[in-house]
């Protein structure tokens, strides 16, 4: 019995190590790593948690309005001079005897505090739950952030590939020339020096491609996995979502997003705090009833009978009048007007941050646009200069220095399109974010 029941938690991991072994080495897409995001990065859980809690909070709050009961059955043994509880006479012998009782209580009147309380901790649970919202769909922007960038350095290691096998080739071609005397040793020693800066060039966007795929598996909180290959995305990005102006794209994210409404409910929560402080300035009324009885050994009866016949009952009123706490009540009062003003100068802020982060995402994408189109051009220009000048060089015309300047000019613009490609997505899926089109499923 023992062994299966080791053979079956061993082969649990097993299949658990080879699921996340499945999942990093699968094609990812950017939707998918979006999903294993939101399934496991820490802070998404952190905030998930944060939420649950101001639930259980919320529904504590409400459960204070319920009234208390209580029980109590004591048993004691007495030995030498003590009280009978049933004859209130002193005995010097012993004897054994009891104590039951049953009270509750109610509050009837607090200020309103705990409908107030109440009414602020939903407020509070409900900002939690827009942070975890605002949270999810940060990670989301993250992780599409750090895809794209990782697609970029991909993109850039096949670009680097492409210029060291160009310059592997003249280096080969220069090399047998070089034997036969019918080229300048100084062109040959060049080509190879570029030969070997162009390697250099491959190593680091190799080193780069992996840092940014690290920096992918942090965000998706699984294990590295170098292996793993990326969807590309689309030649262009392509947007159906129309934006008109700044001031359209921040009213849609303010009213789309959590962001602004969370601040806004945190707000709410603190306003409704400052009123159930307030409240404790006002006397508070409540009702208590019960039921007690005792035996002991040498009462009538037997033990029931005697619990029947002792019983008592008792219901009271409470009034409590604060009047001197040593101004504890104006100290809590003061801090959470405290509270209130931090918390309406965070909401200010979001939104001022809000605006001034729409704009420049507009401003962004207009420019990443603008660069591409540019570069576009460029590239062609360049790559018929290249053109061009191989032939010369090829046909001893031009030296090695103008050949390669000729080169690295079309490389450098060749990288730059790559870079201003994926720019143009990064800065098209933030507009789409801040434009409500990232918002989860799940989320309100």
Not at 74 to 98: A, M
Not at 298 to 327: A, E, H, K
Not at 340 to 358: F, K, W
Request: a negative charge; charged letters at 20%; hydrophobic letters at 35%.
């Amino acid at each position: 019995m023992f062994y299966s029941i080791r053979y079956i938690i061993c082969l649990g991991a097993f299949l658990s190590l080879v699921g996340q072994i499945a999942i990093a080495q699968d094609t990812l897409t950017l939707e998918r790593c979006i999903e294993l995001a939101l399934e496991n990065n820490l802070d998404v859980q952190q905030s998930r948690i944060r939420s649950q809690s101001e639930a259980i909070n919320l529904r504590q709050t409400k459960h204070n309005l319920l009234p208390t009961l209580g029980a109590e059955l004591r048993h004691s043994y007495s030995q030498g001079r003590t009280i009978n509880p049933t004859t209130n006479q002193y005995v010097e012998q012993s004897f054994t005897s009891g104590n039951q009782s049953l009270n509750s209580s109610l509050v009837l009147f607090d200020g309103l505090r705990m409908f107030r309380s109440i009414t602020q901790q939903t407020y509070a649970y409900r900002a939690s739950q827009l942070e975890e919202q605002l949270m999810r769909e940060r990670i989301a922007l993250g992780v599409t952030s750090a895809y794209i960038q990782a697609l970029t350095a991909r993109d850039m290691v096949s670009q680097i590939e492409n210029q060291v096998e160009v310059t592997h080739e003249q280096v080969k071609r220069s090399t047998v020339l070089n034997e036969e005397g019918a080229i300048s040793p100084g062109d040959y020693y060049d080509l190879k020096g570029q030969y070997a800066s162009d390697l250099n060039n491959l190593n680091d966007a190799r080193n780069t491609l992996n840092e940014a795929l690290v920096s992918l598996f942090k965000l998706l909180n699984l294990p590295y996995d170098g292996a793993t290959s990326l969807t590309s995305l689309q030649e262009l990005p392509l947007s159906e979502a129309q934006v008109a102006d700044a001031d359209q794209l921040y009213q849609t994210a303010s009213d789309r997003l959590g962001i602004i409404k969370a601040a806004d409910h945190w707000k709410k929560q603190a306003e409704f705090g400052l009123k159930a402080t307030r409240s404790s300035y006002f006397p508070s009324l409540s009702m208590g009833a019960g039921l007690s009885s005792n035996y002991s050994q040498d009462g009538l009866g037997t033990y029931y009978d005697q619990v029947q016949n002792n019983l008592g009952r008792s219901l009271g009123f409470t009034l409590s009048i604060p009047i001197l706490s040593r101004l504890q009540v104006r100290n809590n009062v003061a801090q959470a007007k405290l509270n209130l003003s931090d918390a309406e100068n965070i909401a200010q802020t979001r939104r001022n941050e809000l605006q001034q982060t729409t704009s420049q995402a507009l401003f962004n994408l207009d420019a990443a646009k603008e660069r591409y189109k540019n570069l576009v051009e460029q590239v062609a220009h360049y790559t018929e200069s290249f053109r061009i000048a191989e032939v010369r060089f090829n046909t001893g015309d031009i030296n090695s220095v103008e050949f390669l300047i000729a080169k690295n000019k079309m490389d450098n613009a060749n990288a730059n399109l790559v870079i201003a490609r994926y720019q143009w997505h990064l800065r098209q899926r933030i507009v789409d974010y801040y434009n409500g089109e990232m918002i989860l499923d799940g989320e309100n």
